[in-house]
């Protein structure tokens, strides 16, 4: 059994912060590609950002500039910046991971989501 579970969402007003944090934990051997996505209402999921093993990142344009993925492999964690929050940034934004639970075939888990609002 594996478990993401993401922190650090809330309100914020136009121009603020926030850091949004992604723990997986249970029985891990590897993670591969982690990222965020997001879902506001009556919208599709749309991914925001993701993050190879190695560190390779990729931003959806909407993001780039203002938003920061980075992990920490030793914590099994996944971390994303978000500065200069606009209210179109309002979403439940969900932890994707890609992770083996043995030696043979990756499977791809998610988190429950965690509501950012930015807000005057």
């Known amino acids: 059994q594996v478990q993401l579970v993401e922190s650090g969402g809330g309100l914020v007003q136009p121009g603020g912060s926030l850091r949004l944090s992604c723990v997986a934990s249970?029985?891990?051997?590897?993670?591969?590609?982690m990222g965020w996505y997001r879902q506001a209402p009556g919208k599709q999921r749309e991914l925001v950002a993701g993050?190879?093993?190695?560190?390779?990142?990729n931003y959806a344009d909407s993001v780039k500039g203002r938003f920061t993925i980075s992990r920490d492999n030793a914590k099994n964690t996944v971390y994303l910046q978000m500065n200069s929050l606009k209210p179109e940034d309002t979403s439940v934004y969900y932890c994707?991971?890609?992770?083996?639970?043995?030696?043979?075939?990756?499977?791809?888990?998610w988190g429950k989501g965690a509501l950012v609002t930015v807000s005057s």
């Open positions: 994707n991971a890609n992770i083996y639970t043995d030696y043979v075939i990756p499977m791809n888990y």
């Open positions: 249970g029985s891990i051997v590897r993670i591969n590609a």
């Open positions: 993050i190879t093993s190695g560190g390779s990142t």
